[in-house]
């Protein structure tokens, strides 16, 4: 009894330490790095303000409003993104003991591509309705079997175009099998049944013939590994085609309606809205885009296994990644995705050898995000950019 | 025929009748008060008629159709609307958002239907609330919040209104502002319900009384008629003041 006293007394102590550590270096670092930026990013605001204007008045109704400095940086991070392919091929890097290293980073950030759309199918439905999904591996895992059982049991020559909407399809019918019994019902219910969905068809992976068992079917990679520059590119245009359809459906009445029913349902059904119905219709669009991403994942890959594609610690990734960019923004989805996977691909790898310690880390600076800033990396960046353009906190 | 017809109401909670076999009517154009003590169960009415509750027994009726199981949203598109006793904005939305998700149409096909700012405006400006379209609900006063609940319920554009306990809360000067604005409404044809457990404030408004005590009619009749019925006053006397 007493040691668990002596234990909370030294454990409040060290937190308010931390707190008060934490204080001083927002004080100290923090806040004057912040006003250097503001001093050195001003000008750019302003040199972008015309462009915004024009942006607002003829795309702010469908991609919503910008400031000039938030456009600059929408803008550079989709120029980053378009030239990934050439200045991925060999990067800087610091490792501990080796010094300055040249690194190729094409194919972590060619898979980033694919969770990124993980990422954003998840945040369009569990983000914004409020109505979090611990299950949604079993979506794009689901059309990742489809692809590889038409394969194995069909004909293994079958082409992309006749695979690719048959596994989509195949999300489609599993997020309604899921969506219709467990949305009709308020709180917590669906958020169970997702998570028993995943387990039940991780299971299913390993108990059927069919499905492989835990060595899963092989397949024919339909995009070539060898090729890392074209591999990029195959992976990133549907990626961004995926981010612009999901924020513009985000700008729309179904944003407003997703969010209402995470904030007040009872607010949706007073205002005439069918909650049951915009909850269904999320989870549907969530599971065309889940599908879409298993498709991408599948065409990279050259086995379709359950831990890669099912196991539940893939839909608790997804999450994460939502978490650390910023949930319910699609786009903070999206750069959360990249983070997490640079991270755990290439960032990590320069510091820790053991997998399972870089696992740990990975999963504790996901906490620390959590803990510090809550709203996700990219909203906070976002609302200071827009802060210096003179937005409104 | 009424408009909205309430028949033979019974809602039990368990082995507790908040509701007892109640039935009344209210007529277009008209404000009809519900009264009674706390506990007496104006707002379970109300959550009947709004489907938040399943009935036990009896019938509801509105415009001539039976909207006993109808689910909420449709009710309120049919034209009728509540505004509750608890206010429930979503403070991340602004004033001007959080009216506007009522002028939603409830379908998969509307991208962007729905009230514009002028539209929304307009609502606003009924319950003197124009000015604060760019507020979010958490930085306005208790009145405000009020008075944002009926603008929503305006945003569905309802044939019948339901205010349940609008003043609660709000001073002298608030509650005087508050009748007014709903005085204006009903001569813009308006018909309306108002609940509350304070008869005074009611009697000056209303058409028409109904009194309910521990779920049952106790009477019904002109504000006059409720001031000097004995049944109402012991009632009133034995629970709560008036």
């Given at each position: 009894?007493?040691?668990?006293?002596?234990?909370?007394?030294?454990?409040?102590?060290?937190?308010?330490?931390?707190?008060?550590?934490?204080?001083?270096?927002?004080?100290?670092?923090?806040?004057?790095?912040?006003?250097?930026?503001?001093?050195?990013?001003?000008?750019?605001?302003?040199?972008?303000?015309?462009?915004?204007?024009?942006?607002?008045?003829?795309?702010?109704?469908?991609?919503?409003?910008?400031?000039?400095?938030?456009?600059?940086?929408?803008?550079?991070?989709?120029?980053?993104?378009?030239?990934?392919?050439?200045?991925?091929?060999?990067?800087?890097?610091?490792?501990?003991?080796?010094?300055?290293?040249?690194?190729?980073?094409?194919?972590?950030?060619?898979?980033?591509?694919?969770?990124?759309?993980?990422?954003?199918?998840?945040?369009?439905?569990?983000?914004?309705?409020?109505?979090?999904?611990?299950?949604?591996?079993?979506?794009?895992?689901?059309?990742?079997?489809?692809?590889?059982?038409?394969?194995?049991?069909?004909?293994?020559?079958?082409?992309?175009?006749?695979?690719?909407?048959?596994?989509?399809?195949?999300?489609?019918?599993?997020?309604?099998?899921?969506?219709?019994?467990?949305?009709?019902?308020?709180?917590?219910?669906?958020?169970?049944?997702?998570?028993?969905?995943?387990?039940?068809?991780?299971?299913?992976?390993?108990?059927?013939?069919?499905?492989?068992?835990?060595?899963?079917?092989?397949?024919?990679?339909?995009?070539?590994?060898?090729?890392?520059?074209?591999?990029?590119?195959?992976?990133?245009?549907?990626?961004?085609?995926?981010?612009?359809?999901?924020?513009?459906?985000?700008?729309?009445?179904?944003?407003?309606?997703?969010?209402?029913?995470?904030?007040?349902?009872?607010?949706?059904s007073a205002a005439g809205?069918?909650?049951?119905?915009?909850?269904?219709?999320?989870?549907?669009?969530?599971?065309?885009?889940?599908?879409?991403?298993?498709?991408?994942?599948?065409?990279?890959?050259?086995?379709?296994?359950?831990?890669?594609?099912?196991?539940?610690?893939?839909?608790?990734?997804?999450?994460?990644?939502?978490?650390?960019?910023?949930?319910?923004?699609?786009?903070?989805?999206?750069?959360?995705?990249?983070?997490?996977?640079?991270?755990?691909?290439?960032?990590?790898?320069?510091?820790?050898?053991?997998?399972?310690?870089?696992?740990?880390?990975?999963?504790?600076?996901?906490?620390?995000?959590?803990?510090?800033?809550?709203?996700?990396?990219?909203?906070?960046?976002?609302?200071?950019?827009?802060?210096?353009?003179?937005?409104?906190? | 025929m009424s408009l909205l017809e309430v028949e033979n109401l019974t809602k039990?909670?368990?082995?507790?009748?908040?509701v007892?076999n109640l039935s009344f009517g209210v007529e277009e154009g008209e404000i009809l008060g519900v009264i009674g003590?706390?506990?007496?169960g104006k707002s379970t009415v109300f959550n009947c008629v709004m489907s938040r509750y399943?009935v036990?027994s009896g019938t509801i009726t509105f415009n001539g159709d039976d909207i006993t199981d109808t689910s909420t949203h449709k009710i309120v598109n049919k034209g009728l609307s509540r505004v509750s006793q608890?206010?429930?904005?979503?403070?991340?939305?602004?004033?001007?958002?959080?009216?506007?998700?009522f002028t939603?149409?409830n379908?998969?096909?509307?991208?962007?239907?729905?009230?514009?700012?002028?539209?929304?405006?307009?609502y606003?400006?009924r319950v003197?609330?124009?000015?604060?379209?760019?507020?979010?609900?958490?930085?306005?006063?208790?009145?405000?919040?009020?008075?944002?609940e009926i603008a929503k319920a305006l945003a569905t554009e309802p044939e019948l209104m339901l205010l349940d306990e609008p003043?609660?809360?709000?001073?002298?000067?608030?509650?005087?502002?508050?009748s007014?604005q709903i005085e204006s409404l009903r001569e813009e044809g308006m018909t309306m319900i108002v609940v509350d457990?304070?008869?005074?404030?009611l009697m000056q408004l209303v058409d028409r009384v109904v009194v309910i005590?521990?779920?049952?009619k106790?009477a019904e009749g002109t504000p006059?008629e409720i001031?000097?019925?004995?049944?109402?006053?012991?009632?009133?006397?034995?629970?709560?003041?008036?």
């Amino acid at each position: 009894m007493s040691s668990l006293t002596l234990i909370f007394t030294v454990l409040a102590a060290a937190s308010s330490r931390a707190s008060e550590v934490f204080g001083t270096i927002r004080r100290t670092i923090l806040t004057p790095i912040g006003r250097v930026f503001d001093f050195l990013l001003a000008p750019v605001d302003r040199a972008f303000r015309p462009l915004a204007k024009v942006f607002n008045r003829t795309l702010g109704k469908f991609l919503g409003t910008v400031t000039g400095l938030q456009l600059a940086f929408v803008l550079t991070t989709f120029l980053l993104l378009l030239t990934g392919g050439i200045w991925g091929a060999s990067i800087i890097a610091f490792e501990p003991g080796e010094g300055l290293i040249a690194l190729d980073i094409r194919r972590p950030l060619a898979y980033a591509c694919i969770w990124a759309v993980f990422a954003m199918g998840w945040d369009i439905q569990s983000g914004y309705t409020g109505y979090i999904s611990f299950g949604h591996s079993v979506l794009s895992g689901g059309a990742a079997y489809t692809t590889a059982v038409l394969l194995n049991e069909v004909s293994s020559t079958l082409p992309l175009y006749v695979t690719a909407p048959i596994s989509v399809f195949a999300a489609v019918v599993i997020g309604l099998l899921i969506a219709l019994p467990s949305l009709r019902l308020q709180g917590p219910y669906f958020s169970l049944i997702t998570f028993a969905a995943v387990l039940l068809f991780f299971q299913a992976t390993r108990a059927f013939d069919i499905l492989g068992g835990s060595a899963g079917l092989r397949i024919t990679r339909v995009i070539p590994a060898a090729d890392s520059f074209t591999r990029y590119y195959l992976l990133l245009i549907p990626m961004l085609l995926i981010a612009v359809a999901l924020t513009v459906l985000s700008r729309s009445n179904y944003g407003l309606i997703f969010t209402a029913i995470r904030e007040n349902e009872d607010a949706v059904s007073a205002a005439g809205i069918n909650p049951t119905k915009f909850k269904i219709w999320s989870f549907l669009i969530s599971s065309i885009v889940m599908g879409i991403g298993g498709v991408m994942l599948t065409a990279a890959v050259s086995n379709v296994d359950p831990t890669q594609f099912v196991q539940v610690d893939r839909s608790i990734e997804m999450i994460a990644m939502a978490v650390v960019g910023g949930i319910a923004t699609v786009l903070g989805a999206m750069g959360g995705a990249f983070v997490f996977f640079l991270l755990k691909e290439v960032v990590l790898n320069l510091f820790i050898d053991e997998a399972a310690l870089r696992l740990f880390v990975l999963f504790l600076l996901v906490v620390l995000i959590l803990v510090f800033a809550r709203d996700g990396l990219f909203r906070k960046l976002w609302h200071r950019l827009g802060q210096i353009g003179g937005e409104e906190p | 025929m009424s408009l909205l017809e309430v028949e033979n109401l019974t809602k039990k909670f368990g082995g507790l009748t908040a509701v007892d076999n109640l039935s009344f009517g209210v007529e277009e154009g008209e404000i009809l008060g519900v009264i009674g003590p706390n506990g007496a169960g104006k707002s379970t009415v109300f959550n009947c008629v709004m489907s938040r509750y399943d009935v036990t027994s009896g019938t509801i009726t509105f415009n001539g159709d039976d909207i006993t199981d109808t689910s909420t949203h449709k009710i309120v598109n049919k034209g009728l609307s509540r505004v509750s006793q608890e206010s429930d904005p979503i403070d991340i939305f602004p004033v001007a958002g959080n009216i506007r998700l009522f002028t939603l149409p409830n379908s998969l096909l509307s991208l962007y239907g729905g009230a514009d700012m002028e539209e929304i405006a307009s609502y606003a400006a009924r319950v003197d609330l124009q000015d604060k379209l760019e507020e979010t609900p958490d930085e306005l006063p208790h009145a405000d919040v009020r008075r944002l609940e009926i603008a929503k319920a305006l945003a569905t554009e309802p044939e019948l209104m339901l205010l349940d306990e609008p003043f609660a809360g709000m001073n002298q000067q608030e509650i005087r502002k508050l009748s007014e604005q709903i005085e204006s409404l009903r001569e813009e044809g308006m018909t309306m319900i108002v609940v509350d457990h304070n008869m005074s404030g009611l009697m000056q408004l209303v058409d028409r009384v109904v009194v309910i005590h521990n779920g049952a009619k106790l009477a019904e009749g002109t504000p006059d008629e409720i001031a000097e019925n004995e049944d109402v006053q012991d009632a009133y006397l034995s629970g709560e003041e008036i």
